[in-house]
């Protein structure tokens, strides 16, 4: 099992505690049939934090309290898991990956159409990575800065639950993307 977090940093290097995990993903990989499954932990899912302290909170809160490790810690007692592993990301490396593979082909919808084009403005703010906005519903083509922003919609549907569909379609469709990439392709995104 690995633990995947994305961090809510406004910094583009700072990846240390202190920073809420406001995407939490759990990936299990079947390596005899090389299937994978991402199952999503609610950022606002109340859970014992494993600090010692007996705090019940949301379990973003774990990983700035501390880092990847007490969030670990946090998932594998709350949730009976053996989590060894994880991969931890900004919004700027999942803007730099998605762009590497050269974007993902997503479905807009008019809910979705509302809201995207703020949040990629607030993306370009934070990472310092231009893009048009989205102009259209439908099937669209997303760079790096219009997934990752697609990717963080929360205000409609279902809220954290629609919200946390889009993170796993987000990774989905990029693993699927780097399958069929080019080993240079897939050295300089896992940098």
């Given at each position: 099992l690995i633990a995947i977090f994305g961090?809510?940093?406004?910094s583009n290097t700072d990846m240390r505690e202190g920073k809420r995990s406001d995407c939490i993903m759990i990936a299990s990989i079947n390596k005899s049939t090389k299937e994978m499954k991402i199952v999503s932990v609610y950022r606002d899912s109340f859970l014992q934090i494993q600090d010692g302290s007996g705090l019940i909170t949301k379990v973003n809160a774990a990983y700035a309290f501390g880092g990847p490790k007490l969030a670990i810690q946090t998932l594998n007692a709350n949730l009976d898991l053996k989590i060894t592993d994880y991969v931890?990301?900004?919004?700027?490396?999942?803007?730099?990956?998605?762009?590497?593979?050269?974007?993902?082909?997503?479905?807009?919808?008019?809910?979705?159409l509302a809201v995207i084009n703020s949040g990629i403005t607030e993306q370009i703010n934070i990472t310092g990575i231009y893009s048009d906005g989205v102009f259209s519903t439908g099937e669209q083509l997303l760079n790096g800065t219009q997934a990752t922003a697609y990717a963080r919609i929360r205000s409609t549907d279902q809220g954290d639950i629609t919200r946390t569909e889009r993170q796993r379609e987000v990774i989905s469709k990029m693993l699927a993307k780097a399958k069929t990439s080019d080993l240079q392709t897939l050295d300089s995104m896992l940098d």
């Open positions: 961090i809510d940093s406004r931890a990301v900004n919004f700027l490396a999942l803007t730099k990956a998605i762009d590497l593979i050269g974007g993902i082909t997503v479905d807009i919808s008019e809910g979705e």
